[in-house]
């Protein structure tokens, strides 16, 4: 019994599993969520509760670990994190590896959800996929050669700022028409809104907008994506409007990734991808007409959920500790 | 002393070196045009020729080849030409292991042209890196951890069907605002002539067109993507409008795919890149604003000119036999 401690710092979560190699079960499993005040200290003290507490008497073999945000893999240091203060260049894999002694592997959460799809979900057999979460923003993460490419400074996998609209609204970034400006769920609500507000009419009438207004009074301020979507599933013209869009952008940028890299499988995780069958024909037609007639690929939904980092950290756990590289 | 034989079938002309390892100058060179009327047969008899005229009584160690169109690399197998017939499944490879009884390796010219710049050229020392060639069309070629990444189905590296604009014109593949539909010489001559067409009193007038209408005299169909280079460099509005929309393109492009893959460099060549300091500062300015301030990337000329495939081609040939890999 050779047990892998596989650990997932969340932007808002934290979470620890410990499962044996060769298992697609935990064998144990512990999840917190982040106090509103969290800092780098605070969430590294939570986890080390949950740790110890998993632990008891056992010895794991290695630990993976998921950071939810840019991090140096080469040296598992992270960079920072755009929701928890205090994690500016903290030497993650160092301090559990003196705390622990046993190999430790970190990587940011995007590179360690496309590997756990690749090595026990959706990518299972393909050797080169391009994993997308398309949730609060639009992250990627590449499996090449059945490796993470990371990118020369660790930076690829950005499909969320490809441009596919220049006419299109701004966004964070500065720039007009990207993915994630068009297809992350809180874009899609504010989408909604700007909509309204240029077009009043719209609000509660035959064009759309009835369904949405009755999931949030008059308070536009309380949509979300996940309205958005239900919305449309309830027949609204608004919603199917902006939803539809979210699809195009991301089958566009699918479609340009298609041509450009030419990898197996896309496999799409993250909550607006639940937005049911009418979104996924949308995206398919689309990034189906996009590519060229001659590249071939296909792209399923994402099946580790919630769970994905925390099978990727399995997966990094596995490649830090030498003794694994062919487990 | 050890001999390399590189070949060259392009659209139009063929081309054969002899090259000893190491060395950075060609030993001997031939070149010839292709007949109007050729096909896979008349080609391969005048490589043949070209061949045997070079070797004399040299007996090289590998031969490798650079093919202008798709090839099974893995095989070495074409799949097909679009300038020249009968070039359809032809194991290219396994005739000339056949008739010269050496190690070949075969590989399309994106793809070698890429390999050369990046073991001869512009990309010495980098170990990712975009070859993009902006000539008659828009093509690429990957290299990512020193190695050619040609895709699942060998499509990698289409750039010239991202699309960038897609409110633009309808490019041949069917889509819009394609980086080739704006970026290539004979989309900007028929860009110029569209403008033209819908505008005519910008023919001559002072909103430029006038040095256009100098080069080609009424005759527009004369026009190609060179002379709208030089006119732009002579100060015509309509010609810079035209040059800056396809350098744009370009940045677009680029843009997304570092914020994509995150390599080192991107290697432009191809006869458009020639335009002068104002296309590559408009490129150059328009990738920066596309990728995210945290990607890093140099954008800067290929080196190796029209001897890029021949280059690559002895890469590929130092790939192809073993006894070469670390050479």
Redesign the interface.
């Known amino acids: 019994m050779t047990l892998i401690l596989a650990l997932d710092f969340g932007g808002t979560k934290l979470a620890a599993a410990l499962v044996n190699i060769g298992s697609r079960k935990w064998l144990r499993y512990e999840r917190r969520l982040s106090p509103a005040n969290a800092d780098a200290s605070t969430d590294l003290e939570i986890m080390r509760t949950l740790i110890y507490s998993l632990l008891e008497d056992a010895k794991p073999a290695a630990i993976g670990v998921s950071f939810g945000g ?1 991090v140096d893999a080469s040296t598992g240091t992270v960079r920072l994190s755009h929701h928890v203060g205090g994690w500016e260049n903290i030497p993650l894999k160092g301090l559990l590896e003196d705390e622990f002694g046993i190999p430790v592997g970190v990587d940011n959460d995007a590179n360690v959800a496309a590997l756990g799809e690749h090595r026990f979900g959706a990518g299972e057999g393909y ?2 996929l391009f994993y997308i979460t398309v949730s609060t923003g639009v992250g ?1 993460g ?1 499996i ?2 059945g490796k993470p ?11 969320g ?7 299109g609204p701004v966004c964070l ?3 007009r028409g990207c993915v994630e400006r068009l297809a992350s769920g809180p874009y899609m609500a504010q989408n909604v809104r700007e909509i309204l507000e240029k077009e009043p009419q719209r609000r509660g009438g035959l064009r759309g907008g009835e369904v949405l207004k009755g999931l949030v009074g008059d308070n536009l301020e309380l949509l979300t994506g996940q309205l958005v979507s239900e919305a449309a599933a309830a027949g609204d013209d608004l919603a199917k409007e902006v939803l539809y869009k979210a699809a195009w952008a991301l089958g ?1 940028g699918i ?3 298609a ?6 499988r896309f496999v799409l995780g993250g909550g607006v991808t639940k937005a049911g069958a009418d979104f996924w024909q949308v995206l398919q037609r689309v990034a189906r ?2 590519a ?1 007639p ?4 296909e792209i399923v939904p994402a099946v580790l959920g919630d769970d994905a980092p925390l099978w990727g950290a399995v997966a990094i756990a596995l490649i830090a500790n030498p003794k694994f590289v062919n487990e």
Chains 1, 2 share one sequence.
């Open positions: 840019p050797d080169s990627g590449w090449l050669n490419w990371r990118g020369a400074g660790g930076m690829a996998g950005e499909i700022h490809m441009v596919v609209d220049p006419a970034c500065g720039k566009v479609g340009n990734v041509n450009l890299m030419n990898p197996q007409e996009t060229l001659e590249v071939d690929f």
